[in-house]
């Protein structure tokens, strides 16, 4: 699959696209960068679904990227903050509520997928919205 940005894309629809080929993950995006297999303050998590990637990043320019299952979660996250100043990060499903992927960056989105897929048939108590971070 190949991810088309510019400037003028309104961040929603990039998210629709990413979650259409990979339901079980999302790609969010926040307003600092984070440091390798670090987690992003959620202060700077970017919320308004209608804002467009040009308002996100100075440096956005058009062009793609290609995402395929193989392709491991920090390389995704890489091409977005080097080709395009967008601070990105992959979030997974686990049973209902949505994980940040930093302690798993070295999966591929197929393994991150098989995770999602496998935490469906998982029941889980009541869990504090907030707490998004991974915890393997």
Avoid: C
Avoid at 96 to 103: A, F, G, I, K
Avoid at 126 to 132: Q, R
């Amino acid at each position: 699959m190949q991810l088309e940005l510019s400037p003028e894309k309104i961040l929603g629809v990039l998210q629709s696209e990413f979650a259409e080929a990979f339901p079980g993950l999302k790609i969010v995006f926040f307003s600092k960068p984070h440091g390798e297999h670090k987690g992003s303050a959620a202060k700077f998590l970017i919320q308004d679904k209608d804002v467009t990637l040009g308002q996100l990043s100075k440096e956005m320019k058009s062009g793609s990227i290609q995402v395929f299952p193989e392709l491991v979660v920090w390389q995704l996250e890489k091409q977005f903050e080097d080709g395009f100043g967008l601070h990105m990060q992959v979030f997974r499903k686990s049973g209902r509520t949505w994980l940040e992927t930093s302690v798993s960056d070295n999966l591929t989105l197929a393994e991150q997928q098989a995770k999602a897929a496998a935490s469906d048939s998982i029941h889980q108590e009541f869990v504090d919205p907030i707490d998004y971070r991974e915890q393997e």
